[in-house]
């Protein structure tokens, strides 16, 4: 779907990052800085509509953070319903997302709204980055080490939890999560030297690490013990959930993936779940990988070392 766009974004010297290296966000030289561009919009996770516009919109603004960026402004992209919509519930989705915009440092400039069959929101974000300190998944260097700054397993437990197979409390620590901002994550990517990172979105874990290893022309090895996964995952796998993209995800890297580990089914549904308000998965240089670690953990992160960047060519192993 994006190849058209090769053409017509290709050749400005004032695009530093387009959808080429299918990055986290665009970002455009605008004189001694830089603005960060994305939107995102997602259907609902949970219950409550509050957390939902929350995660919602710290789902949308990680992509500023995942490339070093300061969020700036953002606007609302409502797809909502018309019908059989108790009254208060867009209200508070908006609240929710609110919050979030604000405690992102953001401020919240207007919006579209849409009638639509099914409900979706989310949120175009603007924001700045300094040219000179953007993390792309573009930068990884043979021997960085790999940190992720979340657990791992959103997508089939929100499932799961819509089809009454997993309780309000099962769900609660991805909620916890999902609501959590990038941002003291990024901050604290930057002020260790890290160069190359994203976020772990829909693709799942082994598509986002593929596309490092793409564009920085380099191998990647993730440690599947040391993955971070929610309890609930693997026993929700075992009685039948799964998402309509981790087929998609898994085809995605065919042919650039070899598993190593001797992993059963339902261990290598992780790999390829489709993630919500993911972590940030950092390329870091192994002097720093301690500090920045330990720095992360204090600061409430889930956060382990999952592996490493090896020598090309582009190709991603579990071990």
Excluded: W
Excluded at 65 to 76: I, T
Excluded at 128 to 136: C, Q
Excluded at 245 to 261: C, D, F, M, P, W
């Amino acid at each position: 779907m994006v190849a058209p766009l090769m053409r017509v974004a290709g050749g400005d010297p004032k695009i530093l990052v387009g959808p080429e290296l299918a990055d986290d966000a665009g970002v455009y030289l605008l004189d001694d800085k830089a603005l960060v561009a994305t939107l995102d919009f997602i259907t609902p996770v949970c219950d409550d509509p509050f957390r939902f516009g929350k995660i919602a919109a710290a789902n949308s603004i990680s992509d500023v953070f995942a490339m070093g960026g300061k969020a700036l402004f953002a606007l609302n992209i409502c797809c909502f319903p018309s019908k059989d919509i108790p009254d208060g519930v867009y209200g508070e989705i908006l609240l929710g997302a609110a919050e979030a915009i604000a405690e992102s440092g953001a401020v919240l400039l207007g919006g579209h709204s849409v009638e639509d069959d099914e409900l979706k929101f989310g949120l175009s974000v603007i924001g700045e980055v300094n040219p000179e300190h953007i993390l792309t998944n573009a930068n990884a260097r043979p021997g960085d080490q790999l940190i992720l700054t979340k657990p791992l397993g959103t997508g089939v437990l929100i499932n799961a939890f819509k089809a009454g197979k997993l309780d309000a409390a099962g769900l609660e620590p991805a909620l916890v999560e999902m609501e959590r901002l990038n941002h003291a994550g990024a901050q604290l990517a930057l002020q260790h030297g890290v160069a190359a990172a994203t976020d772990i979105t829909g693709f799942g874990i082994a598509g986002h690490a593929i596309e490092i290893a793409r564009a920085s022309r380099v191998g990647i090895q993730l440690k599947f013990s040391a993955l971070p996964v929610y309890e609930s995952f693997y026993r929700m796998v075992k009685k039948g959930v799964s998402t309509l993209s981790t087929a998609a995800n898994e085809a995605n890297v065919e042919g650039e993936l070899e598993i190593k580990a001797g992993l059963k089914k339902h261990q290598r549904e992780i790999l390829f779940d489709p993630q919500t308000s993911g972590g940030l998965l950092l390329a870091t240089a192994p002097i720093q990988v301690e500090p920045l670690l330990q720095a992360l953990l204090d600061a409430g992160h889930h956060a382990a070392l999952v592996g490493e960047v090896v020598d090309g060519p582009a190709r991603l192993e579990v071990l």
